[in-house]
């Protein structure tokens, strides 16, 4: 697996406007001119006419306090795309129910962490529950693992040394060779698991789809005494058979 983007005739001013609007995401939806530069290496003369010319479109707006909002268009552009990710979403983690009989969910990668975008419940009255939108560790779930799996060891190591490894469970890995080493068996195997790491009775399954930006994750998870390890290594296959047609 490589993190490279795959270089389609990129353009440049669009993937820094991106870039832009990622790094006032992850701040809230609140930035200085020097925040932006700080967190996306971008010159201040580019930061400025990028952000003057999202500002003029209505997708930024600038307060009394000079710093960049989030614009009220980009409101619009959020409900469409979840209604669109949904669309895609929703038959591909309903597969997953059906064929493990576990919560399905779906996540991306977003700067140094992995946040939910769709979830299908398990049927059972005991089942597991994560909240659209939350935002994740990588260390410690299949779906960051999966997709941190794309990444070399030295950038792996440099998030590390940004967002640290938190415990969580005494399952949870917390030595920086240890995960590398995980990460170089999901690798080999194409797939992610999570054993109790973030939460205690819980196990997971991943796969990440796609490759660099574009890829996501798709899981399955539930209590370990239901969701066993056969039936951990069952699910892989119908991780794999949901995911077959999608071309992110």
Not at 174 to 200: C, H, K, N, W, Y
Request: net charge negative; charged share 30%.
């Amino acid at each position: 697996m490589s993190s490279a983007r795959p270089d389609r005739g990129r353009v440049q001013s669009v993937d820094r406007a991106f870039t832009l609007l990622d790094a006032l995401t992850r701040r809230g939806g609140r930035a200085s001119l020097g925040e932006l530069c700080a967190d996306t290496g971008l010159a201040a003369a580019t930061v400025h006419r990028l952000c003057a010319t999202l500002a003029d479109s209505g997708h930024l707006r600038r307060d009394t306090r000079r710093d960049y909002l989030l614009g009220p268009r980009l409101q619009r552009v959020g409900d469409a795309a979840g209604r669109a990710t949904w669309s895609w979403a929703e038959p591909v983690l309903q597969a997953v129910v059906e064929g493990t009989g576990e919560t399905a969910n779906l996540a991306v990668r977003e700067g140094d962490g992995v946040v939910y975008l769709a979830q299908v419940p398990s049927p059972h009255s005991m089942r597991m529950f994560t909240e659209v939108g939350r935002r994740v560790h990588v260390h410690c779930t299949a779906v960051g693992k999966a997709l941190v799996a794309q990444d070399d060891d030295d950038e792996v190591r440099a998030m590390l040394d940004r967002t640290g490894m938190r415990r969580y469970t005494d399952a949870t890995i917390v030595e920086p060779d240890r995960l590398l080493s995980e990460l170089d068996r999901i690798r080999r195997v194409g797939f992610a698991t999570d054993e109790s790491e973030q939460e205690e009775g819980v196990r997971c399954v991943a796969i990440s789809v796609g490759v660099g930006d574009a890829a996501f994750a798709v899981s399955a998870s539930g209590p370990e005494a239901r969701f066993t390890a056969e039936r951990r290594d069952a699910a892989v296959e119908v991780l794999r058979s949901a995911v077959v047609d999608l071309h992110p």
